[in-house]
């Protein structure tokens, strides 16, 4: 079975910094999604970024880039120019794409990170 | 747009007591499913469905009952309830079984 694993509970940063939010995730399988969710008070879970596993080349969106590295299986988020309305609850997330298998359609989730950011 | 809509968004039970968690969606998304979401272990799959009249156990299935007997519906009944069933359930749904879900708001569930 999966595993995703985010090592850091909390994190801060200050307005306009740069934050990097770790993930790590345990897979036998070679082709699969990876998601970073942003989950503010409002409980509300946002899709901020996803990547192909296939795919050699970063994701990025806007502020929001990721490290992949499929042979460490790390899957880290790099939030640039941060804001105050980034504060908020990060999953990691995991979604294999071989058909067949038990886990087929599962999302697997790390256990969160807090952000803070301080103006 | 509605997207996944889930209701109620609040709810207080005694132990014992049955209720149902209600989620449609109108994306016309084939794959469908409820996770639990408890403080410092993230969201756990409860139950899921890839179509009408198809339904399979997840991680943390026990004391829930699902059905989908419509592509729209997809409700939760917690069927006798327990203090251990507090928690926020999502329920969130994706067009194929690969690429991102999407969530609704969330329900919290507390059981005295």
């Known amino acids: 079975a999966q595993t995703v694993t985010q090592s850091q509970p909390e994190m801060s940063v200050q307005e306009a910094e740069t934050v990097t939010l770790s993930c790590t995730y345990d897979?036998?399988?070679?082709?699969?999604?990876l998601f970073w969710y942003k989950q503010p008070p409002s409980r509300q879970m946002i899709l901020v970024i996803r990547?192909?596993?296939?795919?050699?080349q970063n994701a990025t969106e806007n502020r929001f880039s990721v490290n992949f590295q499929k042979a460490a299986k790390s899957f880290s988020l790099k939030i640039s120019d941060s804001q105050l309305g980034d504060a908020a609850m990060y999953f990691c997330a995991y979604r294999t794409s071989n058909a067949g298998g038990t886990s087929y359609g599962k999302l697997t989730f790390g256990q969160g990170t807090i952000l803070t950011v301080h103006p | 747009n509605a997207g996944v809509t889930q209701t109620p968004k609040f709810q207080v039970l005694k132990t014992g007591q049955s209720m149902t968690l209600q989620c449609a969606q109108d994306?016309?998304?084939?794959?469908m499913s409820w996770y639990r979401q408890d403080p410092g272990m993230g969201l756990r799959l409860i139950h899921y469905?890839?179509?009408?009249?198809?339904?399979d156990q997840g991680e943390v299935p026990n004391g829930y009952n699902v059905s989908r007997s419509t592509t729209e519906d997809f409700p939760l009944r917690l069927l006798s309830a327990a203090p251990s069933q507090t928690s926020v359930y999502f329920c969130?749904?994706?067009?194929?079984?690969?690429?991102?879900?999407?969530f609704g708001e969330g329900s919290r569930l507390t059981v005295l």
């Open positions: 969130a749904s994706s067009y194929s079984l690969v690429g991102e879900l999407f």
């Open positions: 469905s890839v179509g009408a009249g198809i339904t």
């Open positions: 994306m016309n998304h084939e794959y």
């Open positions: 990547q192909e596993a296939y795919k050699q």
């Open positions: 897979t036998s399988e070679s082709d699969y999604y």
